[in-house]
Structure formats: structure tokens, C-alpha cells
């Protein structure tokens, strides 16, 4: 596979929105958030892993408002109804493949209860997310298992975000190209303070990709045909947001709805097999002088601006992948795709 590093969207000179970037673009901008990654790869067959979001500290005795917006209910968010009543989050968000959720919510319940301050823990709520990668991978042998889980948890860190075929990601499949994990921030100002949003997607869904307003597929860009469509069951896209303003979770859960709003920007089909999820977390436990719903809207515009950058991430950081059953599904190349961004539209001046 290729090695070497790829351009995100700011790379390449393309902005989404009028809010500044945080200092690294991505959801570990967010004070007290870090992330890991173990990728499963084995023979052309595997293409799979695990992704963890995990804020410090976080645990049943230290629960962080949370909300949960459902897009399309087709998935296996493990963790929701807890979620949804309380709105409170007690561990980390892992995102793994479909076949596989079940075996990392077990992991993850495992690495949970030997946490200081779990010892006498009887209830916990693990939340896990998937995305279905068996276009490219074998994903009945459900290869993720409880040693990738403590490996993606146990080396999660602050810093640059890994993107693309790594982790969760390595065997999706977005807008007809290869995808994978995408992140990026914002950093709103709301009244007179300016607080951190970041998000982190785990791309998988269908539709025609648009970027800037204009219309790409693998055949306009040259690449060959166009992919065939995977079976409904294999769409999905989960995201996960994080910020440090402090709301509660009725507004968490308005910042989740925008987060899956976002991806219509990016063309998505929203299908009938897609299970479109967002899970949004405070860093604060216990928020003191919240935001009024009044001044939420500058945050709303942060989400959809992140969401939409980091679909495009996850496409540009990702690989041509050959997996199971010797498909192929090609990269985003980044010199095509700022040709077409700089091609004159129809009508437009020449």
C-alpha cells in the first residue's frame, strides 16, 4: 500500500465554512479527547480494525453529557437506549466493523471494569458503533478482536489523528470511492467565549460525492467505471462529536441531528440499508454557565462545517484497496479532483 503521507482538504486549499480550524484540525483539538487505532489487515481477505474516542477520565462514576441522533436506524449502535434516557456517557466510543460490535463491546466492558474506580461496578453502558466492511473485507470471520480493542484503547493519545485505511476504516467504502476515518475542528466564538468542537467520521455510505458544489465519480475523474453499488446492507456512516462548550444533553443531541444533516452536503443517499448515527459528548460533567439554545447556532454551523471536511479527509487520506473477492475501489486522487475544482462550471466565464 502507499506510505506515504496524503493531503487533507486544507492541504489542497480547500475550506469548508467561515470558522477557523483548530491548531491541528481534528477532534484531539478537543481538550481531554485522544484517540487510537489497531488495523486488521491479513492476506487480501482482511481489511478491518477498531477505532476508540476516548475522553479522559470518563466512566460510570464520572459520566459525561451525551446525545445520540439517529439518522436511518439501520446499524448496531450498542449502547443507545441507556444513552438516549439518560444522556450521559460512561465510557469510551468505539467504532469497529458490523460482525465484530459485539465482541468489542464485550472488550470494551472488560477494559472498563479494571479501570481505577470501577471495582465495584455492577452497571455499565458500552457504546459502540459500526460501519459494515464486507465489500472489501471477510467480514463473517469477524477477525477484531478483544487484544485489537485493548490496543486501540490502551495507545489512544492526543495529537494528529490517523485518517484513512486505518483503524475502523480500513475496509470502507464512501460516494464510490475508498474511504475510511476522517476528522477535523472548529473553534466558534459564542458570545464572548470561543469554545472547541471536533468530529471524527467513520465513512461508509452511498451516494454521488460533491465537493464545493461540483459532482465527482470514479468514471468522470477517468478511474474506470464506477463501483458497483454494494448490497444495501453495507452502507452506514458513524460520527462522533466532541466539545468542550459546556451543554447539556437535550442540546448535545441537537448538535448530533446537525452532524448527520452534514452529510448531505457531502452527497450522501441516505438509502434504505444506510445506518446513519452521531454521538456527541461534552468534555464537562457538570457544565456551569451553559449555553443558551439562543447562541447555539454558531456550533451548529461548526458541526456541519467539521462533518463535511472530515468525509473529505477520510476519502483524500485513503488508498486504492483491492480486499476480498479481488474488488477494488479506487482513492480520491487529489490532482483530479483540484482539476475539477478549477474547471469553469457551465455558463460560468471562461
Known amino acids: 500500500m502507499d506510505q506515504h503521507p496524503r493531503p487533507r482538504a486544507r492541504d489542497l486549499g480547500i475550506v469548508i465554512g467561515r470558522t477557523p480550524a483548530g491548531p491541528l484540525d481534528a477532534i484531539t483539538d478537543v481538550p481531554g479527547v485522544r484517540v487510537g487505532h489497531t488495523t486488521v489487515r491479513r492476506d487480501a481477505d482482511v481489511h478491518s480494525g477498531v477505532t476508540a474516542v476516548v475522553p479522559d477520565a470518563v466512566g460510570p462514576g464520572t459520566p459525561l453529557p451525551a446525545g445520540v441522533f439517529t439518522g436511518n436506524g439501520y446499524g448496531k449502535l450498542i449502547g443507545t437506549t441507556q444513552l438516549t434516557e439518560l444522556g450521559t456517557l460512561e465510557t469510551p466510543v468505539l467504532l469497529t466493523s458490523t460482525l465484530s460490535a459485539f465482541r468489542v463491546a464485550d472488550a470494551l466492558v472488560g477494559w472498563m471494569l479494571r479501570r481505577p474506580g470501577c471495582e465495584e461496578t455492577q452497571s455499565l453502558n458500552p ?29 489512544a493519545s492526543g495529537g494528529p489523528v490517523a485518517e484513512g485505511c486505518v483503524g475502523a476504516g480500513t475496509g470502507t467504502v464512501a460516494l464510490g470511492f475508498k474511504a475510511g476515518i476522517g476528522t477535523a475542528s472548529r473553534t466558534p466564538d459564542v458570545g464572548d467565549r470561543r469554545f472547541t468542537v471536533g468530529v471524527l467520521v467513520q465513512a461508509n455510505f452511498g451516494g454521488t460525492l460533491r465537493v464545493l458544489g461540483r459532482t465527482l465519480t470514479p468514471r468522470s475523474l477517468g478511474l474506470g467505471p464506477d463501483v458497483a453499488a454494494p448490497v444495501a446492507e453495507t452502507g452506514s456512516c458513524m460520527i462522533v462529536v466532541a466539545t468542550d462548550a459546556p451543554l447539556d444533553a437535550r442540546q448535545l443531541t441537537r448538535v448530533a441531528r446537525r452532524a448527520v444533516f452534514a452529510l448531505a452536503r457531502t452527497g450522501a443517499a441516505y438509502s434504505h440499508g444506510s445506518g446513519d ?44 484497496t483491492t480486499g476480498v473477492h479481488g474488488r477494488t475501489v479506487p482513492a480520491l486522487p487529489a490532482d483530479l479532483l483540484l482539476d475539477v475544482l478549477a474547471a469553469p462550471t457551465a455558463g460560468s466565464p471562461g
Open 127 to 155: 457504546v459502540v458503533g459500526e460501519c459494515n466492511d464486507g465489500f472489501l473485507s471477510d467480514i463473517r470471520s469477524r477477525p477484531v478482536l478483544e487484544e485489537h480493542v485493548r490496543a486501540a484503547l490502551d495507545g
Open 277 to 320: 448515527y452521531a454521538v456527541a459528548f461534552g468534555t464537562r460533567p457538570n457544565p456551569r454557565a451553559p449555553v443558551a439554545d439562543t447562541e447555539l447556532g454558531a456550533l451548529f454551523e461548526a458541526v456541519l462545517d467539521g462533518v463535511e471536511e472530515a468525509v473529505l479527509n477520510s476519502l483524500l487520506a485513503a488508498t486504492t
